[in-house]
């Protein structure tokens, strides 16, 4: 060895020492570090999947009775997805209008989740019945329980009397309950007329009560019998107390004169 290596010898060992002392203080810190959870030098912490709450979790605002339309914009600017799950007939609230929501406002739920809404198809659309050729008061109770109302009823037309001829809206028109429905018909038979007794009057005396009762005398025929008077009625052809319409013909049996 010569003397120039020799004499860069300690120089060499000293350098080699400083080494291992940095090196020892190096390890020192790192252990350190873990002892105390901090992070090692150049080491980053790896981020969580999951995005905080505040950025993943969104509150329900109240859409009932908007538009559903608008209820999608507002649901849109939370986040969230509006879904029409039914449209339901309502007769108070108007088309297109949000009955109900689920899940209900306030609720917190994931962002992007599903808002279900029931919204409102209008008043409910009832077709007038069939109730052609049927009496007018039947005829008034179908209308009525299909949900309809009774207007009134026009007489008009030929047939059986009281019988339903037409309805305005005519039958099978789609409405809604609000509106009301006329029946048409024959005109009605004439109220009952109640038959008076003339059996054992004059047969002169039993048309004039006949008449005035509204009634018309029909067939007269004759027969004898001894125990009564000439020309009293014997019998008549509706009973005493039964109804008859106005203007219906009775038949008499009067005794024979003399």
Known sequence: MDSDEYDALPRR??????????????????????????PRLGWVAPVSEAAPESTNVVQVPSVTGMPSETAGEVLETR??????????????????????QTPLAGSRVPSGSEVTVVVSAGPPQIAVPDVSGKPVEEARGLITSAGLRVAGITESGTGPA????ATNPAIGTVITPDQSVTIVATP????????????????????????????????????????????????QSAAAGTTLPSGATIDLVVNEGE
Do not use: K
């Open 13 to 38: 060992r000293s350098g080699i020492g400083i080494v291992i002392v940095v090196s020892f203080l190096t390890s020192a810190v790192v252990s350190l570090g873990v002892v105390l959870g901090l």
């Open 79 to 100: 986040r969230l997805r509006v879904v029409v799950r039914e449209r339901r007939p309502s007769p108070s609230v108007q088309e297109n209008v949000v009955l109900e």
């Open 162 to 165: 009281g019988t339903v001829t």
């Open 188 to 235: 009605a038979a004439p109220p009952g007329v109640v038959v008076p007794e003339v059996v054992g009057l004059n047969s002169r005396r039993a048309r004039q009560v006949l008449e005035q009762a509204g009634f018309v005398i029909g067939r007269m025929a004759y027969s004898y019998n001894e125990d009564h008077g000439p020309y009293i009625v014997l019998r």
